[in-house]
């Protein structure tokens, strides 16, 4: 590696932070626009053209506010939560393959910052570490309102973590790696969403959970907990929350689309051939952004003890037949060939499980259990 | 100097200082915050180190899930307040240091003698070195059978969180001989 | 890559049962416990006639070496079956009695049955700790399943000081493969062959191991958790864990020292004596000052495991023939009293000397079978008992341990007082309170098994001699 490689590197993150930052700037704007529509109401229009420069101006109204520490409050931590709660969703995305390659100077450059062997588990291990940042922020608030959204968030974030870890073992057992440059040239053909689509759900549910969306946003439910785990933070350190948050849906946006939509794939006419896929990438993250508004404009938020019931009696039993299911699909034409009898039993015995899971979620609850 | 050399220069007393840190802080959140930073690092040598899967694992299991879990009964159980220095039992801390002088100096005289720091691999690492794809050559070949019986473990241990967690203590009082916990004789309710 | 699933087939069928028990009490709330228990014994069943089909396959190791297919195997298994077949019949009656059965019981012995039959016939030190952990996290729940305050403290005791001597166990794990680079028995056997002198890691290995193993048979000085763990457990479960336990650990100790440490003899000789003296001595003293029967036999335990290593101390092929004997003798007797225990008993209640005061008056049937069995573990013929000793004493004189024979013979008069006092009480006193031993006809056929095979090893030890004879060969 000489200076010029080192220089591309640097470049390039510097790109890709910049990017995000613009990406989410717009994401916020399209979420409050998109939410305004659904209501038919305007949503923001003054700054900037249709009110475009909206996050803008309110990245720059909470930087000059005051940032209040509260006397209760454990101060090292306080100070350094809403960074860490930023951190990992920003490395999160170091992994990701938004392109192909472009040609700079004589080398080649990747449109991804690294491709390490373990790729979707760097994914893993950075959502991981998301939790921390909320629950030192709520511990070190000092306040109980905060330490309860904490508390509920660590306990929602964990459940769907093992949720989410099941769909992309799912996913990495039918690519065949971890890599996720591999899995996307794995999706030449077929996107996986088409035969991972129990995984595709499982994945997107856990990962709105994961991000504290709308309708799993439990840890800051303002009518039980005023804003959950950053009720005291205010300023910078509140935008940084904010600016986490949102980074993070982008980074689970993104890896929905890396590992089910076909990556950066899509067809392209032969001219500037490196921009469509960078297109293709985005317009993806769009739509599936797009779908997560759209779930939070219609459903109301979950009660938290059917959250967690569901997290752990539907979502994970169902993804863990669904990992079961495919390593049958996966290993069974290795081992007996892909004879049709095969081909029908395999898709008989799947309609199967599938109905015997789906079954107890069509029945209708018992009343006395409602109450519970 | 390359980059490896300059990223452990930097992180090594990193790593070391939180250890060290975490054993002299009395504030129990701070102290698992501590050994957050001490884990993470570890795992960062790890990668330095070409094995990106023990990075993985380290930052998933260690720093993700347990960490997180201590976290959470601390701050469920409240008992993040300086916990009281006194021994229980005698000589505890001259024999924990005297323990301690004996690993030191066992590790040293290890790592004198090189004993078991030649290249002694799981036979499946010896084509490709340590990569994620040779560990599971290992885990999935030569130790398959230790790996599935540790399903097994895990269903015991699952198991084993039910039946302790929906104890109902009895009360500590004698209770009339005969008499059956009517809890315990009512069919158990499972909520849905 | 085939993986070739004959080897394991009895732990598979077990595992199995024992799942479908957990998912026959999710799904079918209502059922008969009768039925958990019929699930459980086909398990058991198969799992036995699979081992029995493995006894003409004899081989070296299977499954990437990481078990053996043995004859040694075979009838450790089988011994371990049987004493988790006796288990679950007594656990189910007497656990329903107290109303304390549940579906976790039986899937749990079952989970436990399929670590020891894995740990008696692992052949890689990895192995060995998983099988270790399986069974010993089954019993630990099993031990603290009761909602008795003493049953709680028995399973804290027994995690917390288990949880240690795992640690020690994988700590050993740890040296030796430092010391030879695998995990495999027969691969720490040539590595450390080649070496005209002996490697310090694998005598720092070989302490290690002993230790966590001693922990696991409840040898002397590492028995401290036996006296509280089988007092707190329910009894049908401390008649489990006593046999079962310690047969496990033994073939795997055996395995280990016989196969891994071949090459250490001269080194793991003293080592193994020394734990034998102290084990014998201190159980049968300290049996002697207990008022609980399940006390004092677990004392009486401690004083077993230590009888076994004795016979553990002869190298080779006799040392294996007479311990193998010996804990099939010993789980026969141990199963049995544990099992008159478990009858007089209820719960935690009637578990002292004094509640057995004049059994004879109340229960002719349970006092003789209880005799029987304090009989056999006193050693005193025609039973089991006297001939194990016997034949583990000759072992040890054999290999030149002739002192290990003494003390041992020395320390079987002391601990026979104590049997003798129970049977004392049993028949010559009146019966003290209004508690009566539990009639129901069933168990008392169920002990009658346990007590036909300890009167027949001592009347015709010949009947296995031959089988455990053609067992005695480790395979690796």
Known sequence: ?372 | ?192 | MRVELAPIAPELLLVGAGIAVLLGGVLARRADPLAHLAVSLAGVAGAAAASVMLWSREGATALAGAVAVDRFGVVARLVLLGVAALALLLAHHTLARDGELRPEVPALILFATAGMTLLAVSADLVTTFVALEVLSLSLYVLTGSSRRLVSLEGAMKYFLLGAFSTAFFLYGVAMAYGATGTTSLGGIAHALAGRTETPALALVAMALLAVGFGFKVSAAPFHMWTPDAYQGAPTAVTAFMSAGTKVAAFAALLRVLDVALQPLGWDWGPVVAGLAAVSVVVGSVLAIAQTDVKRMLAYSSVAHAGFVLIGATAPGAPGIDAALFYLLAYALMIVGAFGVVSLVSQGERGTSLEDHAGLYRRSPVLAGLFALFLLSLAGIPPTAGFIAKVSVFRAAVEAGHWWLALVGVLASVVAAFAYIRLMVLMYMREPVGHREPDPSPVPRLVLAIPAAGTLLLGVLPGLVTDVLGKAAVLRW
């Not at chain 1, 039918?174 to 035969?195: D, H, K, M």
């Open chain 2, 1 to 192: 100097m390359s980059a490896d050399q300059v990223a452990f220069l930097v992180l090594a007393p990193i790593s070391v200082g939180a250890g060290i840190a975490m054993l002299l802080q009395r504030n129990a959140v701070h102290a698992a915050l501590l050994l957050v930073v001490n884990l993470v690092t570890v795992g960062i040598f790890y990668l330095m180190l070409a094995a990106p899967f023990l990075f993985a694992v380290q930052i998933i299991v260690y720093a993700g899930a347990i960490m997180v879990l201590f976290l959470f009964v601390i701050m469920l159980l409240g008992v993040d307040r300086a916990e009281p220095l006194e021994e229980p039992i005698r000589f505890q801390r001259t024999a924990a240091v005297l323990l301690g002088v004996g690993i030191l100096a066992e590790l040293v005289t290890a790592v004198r003698a090189g004993v078991g720091f030649r290249a002694l691999g799981p036979a499946a690492f010896a084509e490709t070195g340590a990569d994620t794809a040779a560990l599971a050559r290992a885990l999935f070949r030569s130790y398959v059978l230790p790996f599935e019986a540790t399903s097994v473990l895990l269903i015991v241990a699952a198991v084993a969180a039910m039946v302790l967690a929906r104890r109902r203590p009895a009360p500590a009082t004698a209770e009339p001989e005969g008499v059956v916990d009517a809890e315990e004789a009512a069919p158990e309710e499972v909520g849905a």
């Open chain 1, 1 to 372: 590696m000489d200076l010029l490689d080192w220089a591309l590197l640097l470049g390039r993150v510097a790109v890709v932070f910049a990017g995000l930052l613009v990406t989410v700037m717009l994401l916020i704007w399209m979420e409050r626009k998109v939410i305004a529509d659904m209501q038919t109401r305007m949503g923001p229009m003054r700054a900037g053209p249709r009110g475009v420069l909206i996050t803008l101006a309110d990245g720059i109204k909470l930087f000059f506010k005051e940032g209040i520490v509260p006397a209760e409050a454990d101060r090292p931590v306080y100070l350094i939560a809403p960074v860490i709660a930023m951190l990992p969703a920003f490395l999160a995305f170091a992994v990701i393959p938004f392109g192909t390659s472009v040609t700079l100077f004589g080398r080649e450059v990747p449109f991804q910052l690294a491709d390490p062997s373990i790729g979707i588990l760097w994914v893993l291990a950075m959502a991981s570490l998301g939790v921390y940042g909320i629950v030192l922020a709520g511990w070190s608030s000092g306040s109980n309102y905060p330490l309860l959204g904490a508390v509920r968030s660590s306990a929602q974030i964990i459940s769907y973590e093992i949720g989410m870890s099941l769909a992309l073992v799912a996913v990495l057992m039918y690519s065949g790696s971890l890599r996720l440059s591999e899995i996307v040239e794995a999706q030449a053909r077929v996107w996986n969403v088409i035969p991972q689509f129990p995984a595709f759900v499982v994945y997107l549910i856990a990962g709105l959970a994961e991000t504290n969306r709308p309708p799993f946003d439990l840890p800051e439910a303002e009518s039980e907990l005023v804003a959950g785990f950053h009720t005291e933070y205010s300023g910078i350190r509140f935008a940084l929350f904010y600016l986490g948050e949102y980074v993070n849906t982008v980074t689970v946006a993104s890896v929905a689309v890396t590992l089910f939509l076909g990556g950066w794939r899509g067809p392209a006419p032969d001219v500037l051939p490196w921009v469509w896929p960078l297109l293709w990438f985005l317009a993806k993250v769009l739509a599936v952004v797009y779908g997560y508004v759209w779930v939070r404009a219609t459903l109301p938020r979950i009660r938290f003890d059917r959250l967690m019931a569901f997290g752990w009696k539907v979502l994970i039993p169902f993804g863990l037949v669904w990992v079961l299911l495919t390593g049958a699909i996966v290993v069974l034409p290795d081992v007996y060939g892909r004879g049709p009898v095969v081909a029908g039993a395999a898709v008989v015995f799947g309609a199967l499980v599938l109905a015997s899971v789906a079954a107890p979620l069509l029945r209708p609850r018992p009343a006395a259990e409602v109450g519970r």
